[in-house]
Structure formats: structure tokens, C-alpha cells
């Protein structure tokens, strides 16, 4: 009895997971007929002894369909997933093209801007961690930046690579809907930008020494050399803006596996029990309360001292 009630709830999970990925990655007509078909199926085999199997078998014929599935670059993107960054790299010097640096008036769209900077490992000075939220306490998008003696912040984004006039899908992300991309910007883009659009931004020193931030910087600049190569599919579990920094630690230990690497909106908490993050002493609320760069961040949007501003004050900021 238990074996054949694991079994029709194992079809059934699987079968509303191959329905998912015709609706997203086909056709919502396609997912119907599936729908259909499954349906039509259990009923004429409804005495068979095997009719549990029918689902199963379902989900099998489209995951074969699915894996056939291959991410391109070669789509028409939202502008600002037009362009792939890329790194080069000679000894301690790198140089990044197309990295972004937008604009966003009051008023208008976002300008776009591309930009070629170089950056000099042996400057690396640490590593910092912005946390922004847009509407649930439990839902994030990590931001990971590394500052520099001598030249601005770099930034870098694990995003969906939208298609132009695509609306981001919770849903959609758990199938193969999007590609992967890691952008690589100026920090007053990627903090300001979203402060503009309302969102709640954290901002958070590490305790990464330099040698460990470029350890971690040059895992950015693989990845972002690889995907020019060979293009990725974003997943929600697998492959998301946070699980895919974990992934990518290719000079280092990775983070201990925790529930709060999906629901990362409380991945700031889970760094500062585990000693990532520089606190200054201060329990986590309050170091919290203070990381909001939100009214500092609105009020320098347009300065070219953005960078500085937002960390004015806090000590945790300065080398260790």
C-alpha cells in the first residue's frame, strides 16, 4: 500500500514538472496536451496493473526532449544583457571589456554606457558583499564587489539574461527559460540603479584578506571568459545568483552547504555567524541597521564620489 501511494505521488510530482517545462520551454498548448494525454492514459489503463507507471513514463519522453534544449547567445537581448563582459589577463594586470556602467536619470530610461577598465591584482585591497531586496525579507540578489588602491570598484552580478521585453518568471527560472550571466560593472550602476527602482540595498565588508579576494576574483574572470565560450542555463536551484558563487569557487573552500543559500535573504545572517563578514563588534542587527546605504546611495546616485559616500563612516570598510 505505502510502495504504490510513493509511487502515484512520485508520478504525479513528475508529471507537474514536465507539464512546467512544456509550459516554459515549448508551449503552453504543448503542456495542455500532455496534460491531456496523461489524463486519457490513467483512464484507459485505469485496471491495468502498471497504470501507475503512465506518468513516469511521461515525464521521461519530455525530460529526453528537455536535455536537448542548448543555450545560445545569439538572441535579441535587453540592452542591458547585450554585451558579455570578458577579462584579459597578463600577470597582475587585467583588463575588462564591455563592463557596465549605466546611467539612470529621474526621468527616462536607463543610459547606456560600456566601458574597457584595468585593474592591477597586486592593488586589490578586499572584498565587499551587497545585499538587495525588492519586496520579500526572504528573497535577495547578492552582489559581490572588489575595491582597489587605485581605481573604482568592481562589481560583479549573477542575473537571468533576459530577452528584450522579457519579464522575469519565478517559475519560468526553475526550468530552462534564461541563460546565465555574470556582468561586470561599475558599483554606482548596479547599487544606484536598483535604489532608483525602489529596492533595499545592504552593504557589507568581508573578512576575505586580498590574497583570498583575488583568489575569488579570479574565479569571476574564469567564469566570465567561460561563458563567452560556452553559453549556461540559468536554474533557480542549481544555477541562481547565489548558488552559482558557491559553484564557482575554483581557488578555495566553498561555503558549508545551508538552507540559506536558496531562501538567500537571509544569506547576510548565515555569512555573519560563519564569520564572513567584518562586524566591528556589532551584533547582527545592528550591523545590519547600518549596512542600509539606501538615503547616502539616493543622494549621490549622480557623484562620481558614490563609491566613497556609501562607505563613509564605517570602519569595517578600512584595510584590516
Given at each position: 500500500?505505502?510502495?504504490?501511494?510513493?509511487?502515484?505521488?512520485?508520478?504525479?510530482?513528475?508529471?507537474?514538472?514536465?507539464?512546467?517545462?512544456?509550459?516554459?520551454?515549448?508551449?503552453?498548448?504543448?503542456?495542455c496536451?500532455?496534460?491531456?494525454?496523461?489524463?486519457?492514459?490513467?483512464?484507459?489503463?485505469?485496471?491495468?496493473?502498471?497504470?501507475?507507471?503512465?506518468?513516469?513514463?511521461?515525464?521521461?519522453?519530455?525530460?529526453?526532449?528537455?536535455?536537448?534544449?542548448?543555450?545560445?547567445?545569439e538572441?535579441e537581448?535587453?540592452i542591458?544583457y547585450?554585451?558579455?563582459?570578458?577579462?584579459?589577463?597578463?600577470?597582475?594586470?587585467?583588463?575588462?571589456?564591455?563592463?557596465?556602467?549605466?546611467?539612470?536619470?529621474?526621468?527616462?530610461?536607463?543610459?547606456?554606457?560600456?566601458?574597457?577598465?584595468?585593474?592591477?591584482?597586486?592593488?586589490l585591497?578586499?572584498?565587499d558583499?551587497?545585499?538587495?531586496?525588492?519586496?520579500s525579507?526572504?528573497?535577495?540578489?547578492?552582489?559581490?564587489?572588489?575595491?582597489?588602491?587605485?581605481?573604482?570598484?568592481?562589481?560583479?552580478?549573477?542575473e537571468?539574461?533576459r530577452?528584450?521585453?522579457?519579464?522575469?518568471s519565478?517559475?519560468?527560472?526553475?526550468?530552462?527559460?534564461?541563460?546565465?550571466?555574470?556582468?561586470?560593472?561599475?558599483?554606482?550602476?548596479?547599487?544606484?540603479?536598483?535604489v532608483?527602482?525602489?529596492?533595499?540595498?545592504?552593504?557589507?565588508?568581508?573578512?576575505a584578506?586580498?590574497?583570498?579576494?583575488?583568489?575569488?576574483?579570479?574565479?569571476?574572470?574564469?567564469?566570465?571568459?567561460?561563458?563567452?565560450?560556452?553559453?549556461?542555463?540559468?536554474?533557480?536551484?542549481?544555477?541562481?545568483?547565489?548558488?552559482?558563487?558557491?559553484?564557482?569557487?575554483?581557488?578555495?573552500?566553498?561555503?558549508?552547504?545551508?538552507?540559506?543559500?536558496?531562501i538567500?535573504?537571509?544569506?547576510?545572517?548565515?555569512?555573519?555567524e560563519?564569520?564572513?563578514?567584518?562586524?566591528?563588534?556589532l551584533?547582527?542587527?545592528?550591523?545590519?541597521?547600518?549596512?542600509?546605504?539606501n538615503r547616502?546611495a539616493?543622494?549621490t546616485?549622480?557623484?562620481?564620489?558614490?563609491?566613497?559616500?556609501?562607505?563613509?563612516?564605517?570602519r569595517?570598510?578600512?584595510?584590516?
Open positions: 500500500m505505502i510502495r504504490s501511494l510513493l509511487l502515484t505521488a512520485s508520478g504525479v510530482v513528475l508529471a507537474l514538472w514536465a507539464f512546467g517545462a512544456l509550459w516554459f520551454d515549448a508551449a503552453p498548448a504543448a503542456a496536451g500532455f496534460l491531456a494525454a496523461m489524463v486519457a492514459a490513467l483512464f484507459v489503463l485505469r485496471r491495468a496493473r502498471h497504470a501507475s507507471f503512465v506518468p513516469i513514463i511521461g515525464f521521461a519522453v519530455v525530460l529526453v526532449w528537455w536535455l536537448t534544449l542548448a543555450p545560445s547567445h538572441r537581448w535587453s542591458e547585450s554585451r558579455l563582459p570578458r577579462a584579459e589577463i597578463e600577470g597582475d594586470k587585467v583588463r575588462i571589456s564591455n563592463l557596465r556602467n549605466f546611467d539612470y536619470p529621474e526621468a527616462g530610461d536607463a543610459l547606456p554606457r560600456w566601458e574597457t577598465r584595468t585593474y592591477d591584482l597586486a592593488d585591497e578586499g572584498m558583499l551587497a545585499i538587495n531586496y525588492w519586496g525579507p526572504w528573497l535577495a540578489h547578492p552582489i559581490v564587489i572588489f575595491r582597489f588602491k587605485s581605481a573604482p570598484p568592481l562589481a560583479f552580478s549573477i537571468t539574461r530577452e528584450k521585453d522579457e519579464v522575469y519565478a517559475l519560468g527560472g526553475f526550468f530552462r527559460q534564461y541563460e546565465l550571466i555574470v556582468l561586470a560593472g561599475d558599483e554606482r550602476d548596479f547599487l544606484g540603479g536598483r532608483s527602482n525602489g529596492e533595499d540595498i545592504y552593504l557589507y565588508a568581508t573578512t584578506t586580498p590574497e583570498r579576494a583575488r583568489a575569488r576574483l579570479l574565479d569571476y574572470l574564469e567564469t566570465i571568459n567561460a561563458l563567452n565560450e560556452r553559453p549556461r542555463w540559468y536554474n533557480a536551484v542549481t544555477s541562481n545568483c547565489t548558488t552559482a558563487i558557491r559553484g564557482m569557487n575554483n581557488h578555495g573552500p566553498k561555503l558549508p552547504l545551508d538552507w540559506r543559500l536558496l538567500n535573504g537571509k544569506g547576510d545572517e548565515m555569512l555573519y560563519r564569520g564572513f563578514l567584518r562586524s566591528d563588534g551584533p547582527f542587527e545592528e550591523l545590519k541597521r547600518r549596512a542600509h546605504i547616502v539616493r543622494h546616485r549622480d557623484d562620481r564620489e558614490f563609491s566613497r559616500a556609501i562607505r563613509s563612516g564605517r569595517e570598510f578600512s584595510s584590516p
